[in-house]
């Protein structure tokens, strides 16, 4: 293999996930047993031999294991994080060895509501367990295990993914050097609970939902998964990122430019949040968009702690990066700032980047060269303070 | 009657509705033609020998001609806007002779959906047709010519209802002196739309709504309005205020205190929205809900003169009042400020306050004492200038 210029970005390529089976029970926050699961894996990268190098990434609601390169089986399916992840990319696959696990409960391959219950030979439906992050992390620690790695470089998350991060540094301070959250919050508001529950009532009102066990009559609830879809896109996006990309521009106008006086698409961005609203139904689970939305409400470290979340981040021995955004109005950099508080109320190692972009939440996953470079330096702090060398360099030296 | 301390305030009391029948065809924006329909209104305190003392006041979404006092059927329904109308209160129906008209389209009594179509003898359902602010303005006149009102001394809403005021001072120029527009915009913004998309698209997609034509399947569309309604009300309230009235607060916990770990109600927030969803799902009629929402969503004064606003507005004769609340995320301050902005370039007088609140939209329905002595002084200058007695006043000289 020729030695790349590191400054030049590369796809990791051609992914193929693994699916790894776990058949020892495992005990849910709720007290339920999960006798055992199954959990899709891409990894990234190569595991050095100190396995000192590994980076776990976490998904956020509707993504997957699949973070980077393209899929095997859909060239067209590009991970959810690509412009994060890969060779010479702020997350260096040359230096660092990367896992993306698809969360327990989801529908990507992992074991979830639609899963088959060995018990019964059905899927689970209504009768899977509600999970919550702590048990994600718990789940996901079997992967580590399997790899043989005992302290991750860094867990790395944003929105849901940054509460993983959180997890796993309060959780098992000892397996985590370094924890990455990104447009985050350590728990939700009212009005984000809010938001989620007006996507559950969506669900669980369609008559196709037929009380979680839809999977039996051969429908799934379309219509509300996609009105949830709808109410959850709009909470993305930015008030201004969505006058600079609709505005009130008409779609399908009469003749004369008027209005069609109807309730078909009238506007654009009606028409772009029926087609995102339409598209998610056909590929995710409806009781997986329940089970994750409570996951969120639920989450909350501090509340543990009788609302003490200085006290709940005390455990934790990673350094910490916590980036937000301007725009986001889903987790406001308020929410990060608390964080950041919190973490200083205790000496803790913590670096905050607030970045000034137009995209609201959705900007943890796009290209802003200010907050890649951030996450690009820090992570190069990570190598270095861990001695890690360049797979190339290695190559290079052999 | 004994003359009142002008500083107390007090109902305007028992009152009884009106209505109105409209036997002239009525051309609508859309071109089609209401053949006649019927207003319900309401009036609070007396009009003048010179007809000079009327201002009508413009409702919102989900609210009626009910704005003050008690009503005669119901002594639990009082209207929606008595804090701020009648004897004493900021617009003094001692002084003012106030209407309130429930909107064309609308289900409190005025021709809409759920009313029956002469020519069918069955209700108009998904036939009704589709109006808009203007023809609501046009439909309002001939309740200002029955009584008589060449010109109304204010025209004032809130939200919806200052989008009416707004399109009678523009359409209307001579039949209003003074326009009064709070927690509103001139037009609605792309995530404005999407939200009424979003309540839209729960409404048309649940099973019970036949296309509109629900009441001849004895039924409503009962889970999509109360979904719509939810989304709607989060909308209402700040993120803040919200935090303060249910924060993460449990309801219902499990006797240790922890969650249920299910989809059943868990905090407070939801159980809020819920009942509000389900209350509204109850008295609002589904049809009604589209028609307002499309209403809102077509406004846009300068859109019709190629998006310049300061154009749109130039024929107004009236003098304004503009009132915004800095926690109002639906229309923020910012809206209210782009009226300001062109009504000063047209050398138009106007008089703009925003108030700093917590209560989100809301807050315009609210007794907040900055707010209502704002509006108390501005009709104080307009009784003044319109040479207006309080008719105690009149009563105790006579």
Tied chains: 1, 2.
């Excluded at 992967?143 to 098992?172: E, K, N, P, T, Y």
Aim: proline content about 5%.
């Amino acid at each position: 293999m020729v030695s790349q210029n590191s400054t030049s970005q590369q796809s990791v390529g051609v992914v193929t996930p693994q699916f790894l089976q776990f058949d020892e029970p495992l005990t849910l926050s709720s007290g339920q047993i999960l006798p055992s699961y199954t959990l899709a894996v891409e990894t990234y990268g190569r595991l050095n031999a100190q396995r000192s190098n590994a980076v776990l990434v976490c998904h956020a609601l509707n993504a997957s294991h699949h973070a980077a390169g393209v899929s095997a089986t859909d060239e067209k399916d590009i991970g959810w994080w690509d412009n994060m992840v890969g060779p010479g990319k702020p997350l260096d696959t040359n230096i660092f060895f990367v896992i993306c696990i698809n969360n327990l409960g989801s529908c990507f391959g992992s074991t979830g509501p639609a899963s088959i219950d060995p018990a019964t030979g059905k899927p689970w439906g209504a009768a899977f367990p509600v999970v919550t992050v702590e048990d994600w992390v718990s789940a996901q620690t079997r992967v580590a295990d399997h790899f043989g790695i005992a302290r991750f470089a860094a867990v790395m998350g944003g929105s849901l993914g940054g509460m993983q991060a959180l997890s796993w540094a309060i959780d098992l301070p000892e397996r985590i050097a370094h924890c990455v959250v990104i447009a985050s919050t350590t728990s939700l508001s009212a009005q984000n609970i809010a938001f989620n529950e007006v996507a559950r009532r969506a669900i669980i009102s369609d008559p196709d939902f037929h009380g979680g066990n839809y999977y039996e009559y051969d429908t799934v609830p379309a219509r509300g998964l996609s009105v949830a879809r709808m109410v959850g896109h709009i909470t993305y996006l930015s008030d201004d990122d969505m006058a600079e990309k609709f505005g009130r521009t008409q779609r399908n106008p009469a003749e004369d430019g008027r209005f069609r006086f109807g309730y078909d698409v009238e506007f654009e961005v009606e028409s772009y949040l029926r087609y995102q609203g339409e598209k998610f139904s056909r590929y995710f689970d409806a009781n997986t968009y329940l089970l994750i939305t409570r996951a969120l409400d639920y989450f909350d470290p501090g509340g543990r702690h009788g609302g003490d979340l200085t006290e709940a981040l005390r455990p934790a021995q990673a350094e910490f990066l916590t980036v937000s955004f301007t725009t986001d109005w889903r987790f406001p950099p308020e929410r990060s700032r608390e964080l950041v508080k919190a973490l200083l109320k205790n000496g803790q190692q913590v670096t905050y980047a607030e970045i000034d972009a137009p995209h609201g939440h959705d900007a943890f996953l796009l290209d802003d060269p200010r907050y890649h470079a951030v996450v690009r330096a820090y992570y190069q702090r990570i190598a270095a303070s861990l001695n890690l060398e360049s797979a190339e360099l290695v190559q290079d030296a052999a």
